[in-house]
């Protein structure tokens, strides 16, 4: 196991599901340790002092703890559905700044102005589509937001993403980026 790379992640949190759902595409095997993020291993700490996942540490010690880079990395190692073909990087970066500011501001706050906003951003998502390093880093966001309250995002109007969302779910892929992981050590 020690030539593997060792991934520190979460299994709800969005960043570490897309750097999961790549190396699971990739093909790329690891040593997969779920977090307590209450309890935080030192060994992971000691690795990225930030302290968040995901963490992915290469067996020559070269660590890589930002999940966009963690996903570019075992694409650039085999992409065999061409994710990287199409990397949209202002939508991610729309994603990754603006809508999940409005995505927090919605979940934990219930505050309209900040759902509808994010919702501008679901509406205009390229779905359906093949999958790409765009559409698979911006799911786990889009899954989060649908969660807030899957009463209300059913009833809107957005049947293409409602579809790609239920689709991708369901697929094998998403099934086995979501399986339990062991804990990790001291957490």
């Not at 969005?14 to 699971?24: D, E, G, M, Q, V």
């Not at 093909?27 to 700490?45: D, F, S, Y």
């Not at 559409?135 to 993403?161: C, E, G, K, S, T």
Request: contains cysteine.
């Amino acid at each position: 196991m020690a030539d593997l790379p060792l991934l520190y992640s979460f299994r709800r949190c969005p960043f570490a599901i897309r750097a999961r759902l790549a190396l699971i595409i990739s093909e790329t095997p690891v040593t997969l340790h779920e977090v307590n993020l209450a309890r935080k291993p030192a060994a992971m700490i000691a690795a990225s002092p930030k302290s968040t996942v995901p963490v992915l540490i290469l067996p020559d010690g070269t660590i890589i703890d930002e999940s966009l880079a963690i996903m570019r990395w075992a694409l650039a190692r085999h992409d065999p559905e061409n994710w990287l073909a199409s990397a949209g990087e202002a939508r991610i970066a729309t994603n990754d700044g603006p809508f999940k500011q409005h995505l927090d501001a919605w979940k934990y706050r219930r505050d309209a102005t900040a759902r509808d906003a994010a919702m501008a951003f679901i509406v205009a998502l390229p779905v359906p589509a093949p999958r790409s390093l765009t559409l698979m880093a911006i799911l786990p966001f889009v899954r989060q937001f649908a969660a807030a309250d899957p009463a209300w995002f059913a009833a809107q109007p957005v049947p293409h993403v409602h579809d790609w969302l239920a689709q991708e779910l369901a697929s094998p892929l998403f099934t086995q980026a979501m399986a339990k992981a062991p804990p990790a050590a001291g957490a």
